[in-house]
């Protein structure tokens, strides 16, 4: 994640050392991944919330 919260990079923004397809692709798909683990904590968190009296 980046600075910003729910804000996920890859690629070259995210790595100045590198800086090749394989390394953007690999980090592409990490973002995705962590991205939606996050999606689902906040769906999850907020249906806590809902079930709280
Ligand atoms: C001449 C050259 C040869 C290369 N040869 C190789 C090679 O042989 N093998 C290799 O592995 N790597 C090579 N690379 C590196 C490879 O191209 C990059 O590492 C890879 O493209 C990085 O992917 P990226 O998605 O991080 O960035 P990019 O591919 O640069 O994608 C970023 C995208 O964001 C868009 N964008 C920018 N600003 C905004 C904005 N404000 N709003 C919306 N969109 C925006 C851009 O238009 C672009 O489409 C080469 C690079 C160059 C320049």
Redo the contacts with the bound molecule.
Sequence with gaps: MTRVLGVFAA???ADGRY????T?VGDGYRAAVNAQKWLEKQDEEAAGRRRAP
């Design positions: 690629g070259e923004v800086r090749q397809t394989a953007a």
